[in-house]
């Protein structure tokens, strides 16, 4: 029996890897409260958010740790991957107005480094309200059927670690999954999905959250993850620390060290594109 989504609803997440709703996970006065504390955060400390925390801020914000456990967002991840649910990462996405920033097309699946590919869900949270004058996501329906090749690329204004991007990708079915604050979608992570520039007058402010059932395999390496929903009988995964209060010593450093151990191996460049690491 599902808990979130409706059996049609199942049906065309899993034959287009993505949905045109959208869902609640908190209410726009929660939103805001993260909002307020991103721009109090880079107005004190000059430094910025979606760089400092760029993987798994989850680790280091009770908050955040606990969006990751909303039982809205994890009825809808489970009514597609199962019950026992983990959290493998989260990043934040933000554009200031007018800043020029902007995400290629790409697959998460290339590089996040777990298989198989198609198993992951990527949530987007809308912490602002995010559409096309913002430079909100848009994702192309059914490309999570095929593994893409990206190409480097150099524009410092792409907010992709990777610098990659899926050149001539077909937009004439593309999608957007615009959002209102405390809303999200959710996508098959592997599907072909980008953003535009924020050309309105306020900051875009999103949360990314990727989740993967306990069966999936780490294809790079030993690695770690966070159990939010269920059992896990397989053991593939190492278990992230949960954080006893907001900048815990002990999860700061986790989260730094899974940092640096993601982008030391989660591609290999090569003159004539990107090549992902082999498979497990």
Same mark, same amino acid.
């Given at each position: 029996m599902?808990?979130?989504?409706?059996?049609?609803q199942i049906?065309?997440?899993q034959?287009?890897g993505c949905?045109?709703?959208k869902?609640?996970?908190m209410?726009s006065?929660?939103a805001?409260?993260?909002f307020?504390w991103?721009?109090d955060?880079?107005a004190?400390?000059g430094?910025?958010?979606q760089?400092q925390?760029?993987l798994?801020p989850h680790?280091?914000l009770?908050?955040?740790?606990e969006l990751?456990?909303n =039982?809205a967002?994890?009825?809808a991840?489970e009514?597609v991957?199962?019950?026992?649910i983990?959290c493998?990462?989260?990043?934040f996405?933000s554009?200031?107005?007018r800043?020029?920033?902007?995400?290629?097309?790409?697959q998460?699946?290339?590089?996040?480094?777990?298989?198989?590919r198609?198993?992951?869900i990527g949530i987007s949270?809308?912490?602002?309200?995010?559409?096309?004058?913002n430079?909100?996501?848009r994702?192309? =329906?059914?490309?999570?059927?095929?593994?893409?090749k990206?190409?480097?690329t150099?524009?410092s204004? %792409?907010?992709?670690?990777?610098k990659?991007?899926i050149?001539?990708v077909?937009e004439?079915?593309?999608?957007?999954?615009?959002?209102?604050?405390?809303?999200?979608?959710?996508h %098959?992570?592997n599907?072909?999905?980008s953003?535009e520039? %924020?050309?309105?007058?306020?900051r875009?402010?999103?949360?990314?959250?990727i989740?993967?059932p306990?069966?999936?395999?780490p294809?790079?390496?030993?690695r770690?993850?966070?159990?939010?929903r269920?059992?896990d009988?397989?053991g593939?995964w190492d278990a992230?620390?949960v =954080?006893?209060h907001?900048?815990?010593p002990?999860?700061l450093a986790?989260m730094k060290k899974?940092?640096?151990?993601?982008r %030391?191996?989660?591609l290999?460049?090569?003159?004539d594109?990107l090549?992902a690491?082999?498979?497990?």
């Open positions: 599902s808990r979130l989504l409706n059996p049609e049906e065309k997440f034959s287009d949905l045109k709703q869902f609640r996970c209410t006065e929660q805001a409260q993260i307020n991103y721009e955060y880079e004190e400390t430094q910025d958010v760089f925390l760029k798994k680790l280091v009770v908050r955040l740790y990751c456990r =039982p967002i994890l009825d991840v009514d991957i199962g019950p026992d983990l493998y990462a989260s990043t996405f554009k200031k107005s800043d020029g920033t902007f995400v290629t097309w790409h998460d699946g290339e590089y996040l480094g777990m298989e198989p198609g198993w992951c949270v809308g912490i602002s309200a995010s559409n096309e004058q430079g909100g996501l994702g192309i =329906p059914r490309s999570h059927l095929k593994d893409y990206a190409v480097r150099s524009d204004k %792409n907010l992709l670690t990777h990659s991007a050149p001539d077909d004439s079915e593309m999608v957007r999954f615009n959002l209102e604050p405390g809303e999200f979608s959710m %098959n992570a599907i072909v999905h953003s520039q %924020n050309r309105s007058d306020g875009r402010l999103t949360f990314t959250i989740y993967m306990t069966r999936c395999r294809s790079l390496g030993r770690s993850a966070l159990l939010v269920g059992t009988t397989y593939h992230d620390p =954080p006893r907001d900048f815990d002990v999860t986790h899974c940092l640096a151990n993601f %030391n191996t989660r290999d460049h090569k003159e594109g090549q690491s082999p498979r497990a």
